[in-house]
């Protein structure tokens, strides 16, 4: 796990099947946020070679789809086990790259191969149905319909920096699966592990021009791929101001989207406390917060909130600070403007007279976990997602403004509750406007074959790898009609 960037690589895109240099001679400087230096170079890819990696992907993928699904889980079962082969290396690509614990990177790298295996057995047992035309009042019994799923052609993969492997193979695994070629559009942060997962696809020997990975700027590429018109439907992970500028840019082809949180834990009167802080703090600050399911912001009843605050600042006092190859949990954020960003969170509650339990140190881009109580609603921080190591301690009278607090945020990914009554944890989790409610537990992705999703700025559609299937295919439906 030595951090020698000694002799920098650049590394290659993956065009039409091919690892090569783009034509624009340019490439990108990745910056270790920890190491704070550059760990390698990526390409900058033009807007002729994405032109010519869609045209590529829709060549490859007519002949994809005449494959028998069981064929097309065999690449990606090898693709699984070529990841848990190489998952040390691809992990310390991650840990290098953003910053992630090496640990909880290898973990990710085995849970990635274990959702492509999963993905592949959900295909082969999702069956079509047939439909007898006189099932319907009037019908025709000479009528009978057959219902199959169909691949959508060629899907845009626009993956995020925070799971670079794991949420981009959550994406590429069903949509070849289903029939479909892929672009993958790595975060820019991101785009050596992203290659390095590619790199173990390529192994398996997929056909040329099935798939192709896309580097470069955002500026340059981005909008292009998005507006493109050989791209038939996007999957998206990442902030919900992107996500609407794509919903506004796509027209007529499908798009999931998979956008930011408020995540909030509501502690009533009555929970463990306990349970409670166990799972607040590992659903906070895990690293670094840098988590779109992180919980980010505790309702908690005043009878119990001193208690509660008390036994947090306990705990994160005692939190790991450092470095990811130590396996800290709180570790440096992705970059400079990250955390000025969460710091400006933190100078606006405290000048609005939220107390200060513990935190509010920095070191360039390493911010130490940061508790805060007395939060009120006039705080940027009661509504904005830091993406960072800070947790904003929000008192309540009831569960009833609890619930009202949760719900006046734009975001509805997920929430927590905590209490001992079941039936008073129903009855919050039926009227909190979230995609997911975890209750006695942490707000948290997965197991990945659960429906995940978010409403209002938190998404858009359903993922989960049934639901991907799902999604990145279409019913069709042929009719016969006898004699």
């Not at 840990?95 to 959900?122: C, H, N, P, S, W």
């Not at 949760?406 to 944890?425: M, P, W």
Request: net charge negative; with cysteine; hydrophobic share 40%.
């Amino acid at each position: 796990m030595a951090s020698n960037v000694s002799e920098l690589t650049t590394y290659m895109a993956y065009l039409e099947g091919e690892w090569k240099k783009s034509s624009s001679g340019e490439t990108i400087a990745i910056q270790s946020p920890y190491l704070r230096q550059t760990i390698g170079y990526v390409q900058a890819v033009t807007q002729d070679e994405v032109d010519d990696a869609i045209t590529a992907a829709h060549n490859a993928q007519k002949e994809w789809a005449g494959l028998s699904l069981s064929a097309r889980g065999e690449y990606l079962d090898r693709w699984a086990d070529e990841l848990v082969k190489n998952s040390e290396e691809i992990a310390q690509a991650i840990m290098q790259e953003v910053g992630k614990g090496f640990k909880d990177a290898q973990k990710e790298v085995v849970r990635t191969a274990d959702l492509i295996r999963y993905t592949v057995q959900e295909a082969l047992h999702m069956h079509g149905e047939s439909l007898r035309g006189d099932g319907f009042p009037g019908g025709d019994q000479k009528k009978i319909g057959i219902v199959e799923r169909a691949p959508l052609g060629v899907v845009l993969a626009i993956a995020p920096f925070n799971y670079p492997v794991n949420l981009a193979a959550s994406k590429i695994a069903p949509a070849l699966m289903v029939g479909n070629a892929v672009i993958f559009k790595p975060a820019t942060q991101g785009s050596i592990s992203g290659i390095k997962m590619i790199e173990a696809l390529d192994k398996t020997g997929l056909p040329k021009g099935l798939l192709s990975l896309t580097t470069g700027r955002g500026s340059v590429i981005g909008d292009y791929l998005v507006e493109h018109k050989g791209i038939n439907m996007i999957s998206f992970t990442g902030g919900s101001s992107t996500g609407r500028h794509l919903s506004k840019q796509t027209t007529m082809i499908p798009l999931v989207l998979e956008l930011g949180g408020k995540d909030p834990a509501i502690v009533c009167d009555d929970a463990d406390l306990d349970v409670a802080v166990s799972s607040i703090m590992n659903g906070a600050f895990s690293y670094s917060g840098q988590r779109c399911t992180a919980i980010k912001r505790v309702l908690v009843n005043e009878r119990v909130a001193d208690e509660l605050v008390s036994r947090l600042k306990a705990k994160v006092e005692k939190l790991t600070v450092g470095s990811p190859e130590v396996d800290s949990t709180i570790v440096p954020l992705i970059d400079d403007k990250s955390a000025d960003f969460v710091q400006g969170l933190i100078d606006d509650a405290l000048a609005k007279n939220a107390t200060l339990v513990t935190g509010n140190k920095r070191e360039n881009n390493l911010i130490y976990p940061t508790l805060l109580d007395n939060v009120t609603e006039d705080m940027d921080v009661a509504w904005i997602e830091p993406f960072g190591p800070v947790l904003p301690v929000i008192r309540v009278k009831s569960d009833d403004e609890a619930i009202e607090i949760a719900n006046k945020s734009e975001f509805g990914l997920q929430a927590s509750v905590f209490t001992q009554d079941i039936d008073r944890a129903l009855a919050v989790a039926r009227q909190v406007e979230a995609g997911t409610v975890q209750i006695n537990g942490r707000t948290e992705r997965g197991p990945d074959h659960f429906p995940f999703l978010g409403v209002k700025a938190s998404g858009m559609g359903v993922q989960g790898i049934h639901h991907s299937l799902l999604s990145m295919s279409r019913e069709r439906v042929t009719v016969l009609n006898l004699k």
